[in-house]
């Protein structure tokens, strides 16, 4: 990269002002200065051992180096600049998150080799100019399906630590399922033990201790993640039927399923104990997740009527506002009554809105856009992909990039962000998520990054082929045609 505007950083910022002529080249006698102790270590983390340099973290600010400042609020908490001159790199940000995101692009204006776990050749240039960016919308997700087939902790971390690096700030995890219980519940602990023992294909399943899971809610968070966990209700709940006889209608406990259907389970709605049973599990899960949302599922709850569907909406959102948590749930939420603050997923096409997305805008909700036929990572990318479902259509790298978030929904409609899915049905390794999540992740974060003038298919599809090496680099198995 010769100038700035060259650059193929992803998400594509806002502004960015080349300075020609002008090129900063990191040399051995670097040193970090950071107002923000967590992201000055991870800069530092990142840069040592593709360079080999010590770069010391220093109180004062280095003749040569690189400076992290927190200077006065951007018109957007997350927003950053970042100028680049001869001797340094100097990025500000009213916020550690914006200060976080100017070390992304930094590190993505660095060669490639920047990626590398071991000492690389150099040299490590950066184009002169300036940057300033800040992001189209607040909520930027990923989601992972641990039910259908567990992960654990070490693949949900790789894959938070790789997100976090186009700037997606919230994971969501879908904890529970027909196929699996994922979350160790002291007061209930059957759901794990029994209702985590199974998955798709009847492997052996698997579930996050307590310990493990606020382990992952704290790596998430010094990389500005924020963990969203779903419990799926009051459909998609064999796994807990399985554990809990009490909690069906016929007092019957089924047994574990490992199958892919859905739509065929239902806690009991009539029965006292399913809301002592739902308000315990959103109490501890609430306790172990300090981010703002806990989410409900609600989807395809096409064993429960419509009415008892209401009545049991109608006692559960407010467990989750009494639990000091704001409500998400799959758009079908809609119609049932509303707690404030309350975030509608939806799911449906990016073409055809309906009712129930339509009573959830009726009612004020926020809505946060995961429409399957252009977000859904696990949809196949054409016939050819040999993993992956179909029944939203392919989705091929251009079409999950080439639309707009704010024509889907009527204007004034309170979009929060995008968050894209990966349901785990046919997915079984770490590879086969690689295989879905990249390229589709990234182009779905500059989608809900950058603004919609600075988004032009054929630059984005330059930039990145450009992030090829860097996926070799980590070990990431991307799909390649795009
Ligand atoms: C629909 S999207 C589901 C999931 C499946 C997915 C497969 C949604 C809220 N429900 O239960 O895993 O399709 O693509």
């Given at each position: 990269?010769?100038?700035?505007?060259?650059?193929?950083?992803?998400?594509?910022?806002?502004?960015?002002?080349?300075?020609?002529?002008?090129?900063?080249?990191?040399?051995?006698?670097?040193?970090?200065?950071?107002?923000?102790?967590?992201?000055?270590?991870?800069?530092?983390?990142?840069?040592?051992?593709?360079?080999?340099?010590?770069?010391?973290?220093?109180d004062a600010p280095p003749a040569h180096g690189i400076e992290l400042l927190r200077a006065g609020a951007?018109?957007?908490?997350?927003?950053?600049?970042?100028?680049?001159?001869?001797?340094?790199?100097?990025?500000?940000?009213?916020?550690?998150?914006?200060?976080?995101?100017?070390?992304?692009?930094?590190?993505?204006?660095?060669?490639?080799?920047?990626?590398?776990?071991?000492?690389?050749?150099?040299?490590?240039?950066?184009?002169?100019?300036?940057?300033?960016?800040?992001?189209?919308?607040?909520?930027r997700g990923a989601m992972l399906d641990v039910s259908r087939h567990f992960f654990g902790v070490e693949v949900v971390r790789r894959f938070v630590d790789r997100l976090?690096?186009?700037?997606?700030?919230?994971?969501?995890?879908?904890?529970?399922d027909d196929q699996g219980w994922r979350l160790a519940v002291d007061a209930w602990p059957r759901l794990a033990t029994v209702g985590g023992a199974s998955q798709v294909g009847g492997g052996g399943g698997g579930h996050y201790s307590r310990e493990e899971y606020a382990g992952l809610v704290e790596y998430a968070?010094?990389?500005?993640?924020?963990?969203?966990?779903?419990?799926?209700?009051?459909?998609?709940?064999?796994?807990?039927l399985s554990a809990y006889p009490e909690l069906n209608a016929d007092g019957i406990a089924p047994p574990p399923y490992t199958g892919v259907d859905v739509g065929f389970s239902s806690l009991s709605v009539d029965k006292e104990v399913t809301y002592?049973?739902?308000?315990?599990?959103?109490?501890?899960?609430?306790?172990?997740t300090p981010g703002p949302y806990i989410h409900i599922g609600g989807d395809e709850a096409q064993s429960t009527t419509p009415e008892d569907y209401r009545t049991f909406m109608d006692r559960v959102q407010p467990l989750v506002t009494a639990a000091g948590k704001t409500v998400i749930g799959w758009h079908q939420i809609g119609p049932a009554a509303r707690e404030p603050g309350r975030i509608a997923q939806y799911w449906g096409s990016s073409e055809s809105p309906d009712d129930?997305?339509?009573?959830?805008?009726?009612?004020?909700?926020?809505?946060?856009?995961?429409?399957?036929?252009?977000?859904?990572?696990?949809?196949?990318?054409?016939?050819?992909?040999?993993?992956?479902?179909?029944?939203?259509?392919?989705?091929?790298?251009?079409?999950?990039?080439?639309?707009?978030?704010?024509?889907?929904?009527?204007?004034?409609?309170?979009?929060?962000?995008?968050?894209?899915?990966?349901?785990?049905?046919?997915?079984?390794?770490?590879?086969?998520?690689?295989?879905?999540?990249?390229?589709?992740?990234?182009?779905?974060?500059?989608?809900?990054?950058?603004?919609?003038?600075?988004?032009y298919w054929p630059d984005f599809r330059a930039r990145l082929a450009a992030h090829e090496p860097r996926w070799a680099h980590l070990g990431i198995e991307f799909h390649p045609e795009y």
């Open positions: 990269m010769t100038t700035l505007d060259a650059h193929a950083v992803v998400p594509v910022p806002a502004e960015v002002h080349p300075e020609p002529g002008v090129s900063f080249q990191l040399r051995p006698d670097a040193a970090i200065r950071s107002d923000s102790a967590s992201a000055g270590a991870y800069l530092a983390e990142r840069l040592r051992p593709p360079t080999g340099y010590p770069l010391p973290l220093v951007g018109v957007h908490p997350e927003e950053y600049s970042l100028w680049v001159d001869a001797e340094r790199v100097t990025i500000r940000s009213g916020t550690d998150a914006g200060l976080f995101y100017g070390v992304q692009t930094l590190l993505q204006l660095l060669p490639s080799t920047v990626e590398a776990g071991t000492v690389q050749a150099g040299p490590w240039t950066v184009p002169g100019g300036r940057i300033v960016d800040r992001p189209r919308y607040a909520y976090s690096r186009y700037k997606i700030n919230v994971l969501h995890l879908h904890l529970s968070a010094a990389r500005h993640v924020t963990i969203v966990p779903e419990i799926d209700m009051p459909g998609h709940t064999n796994a807990a002592r049973f739902v308000r315990e599990v959103i109490g501890e899960v609430a306790a172990l129930d997305l339509r009573a959830a805008l009726a009612q004020g909700d926020r809505i946060l856009l995961s429409p399957s036929n252009r977000v859904y990572l696990d949809m196949k990318y054409d016939a050819a992909t040999p993993i992956g479902l179909d029944w939203a259509g392919h989705i091929d790298v251009r079409t999950a990039y080439d639309w707009d978030p704010a024509e889907i929904l009527p204007a004034g409609a309170d979009v929060a962000g995008v968050e894209a899915p990966l349901w785990t049905e046919t997915v079984e390794t770490p590879a086969d998520i690689d295989r879905l999540t990249y390229p589709r992740l990234p182009a779905v974060a500059e989608l809900a990054w950058s603004p919609q003038r600075s988004r």
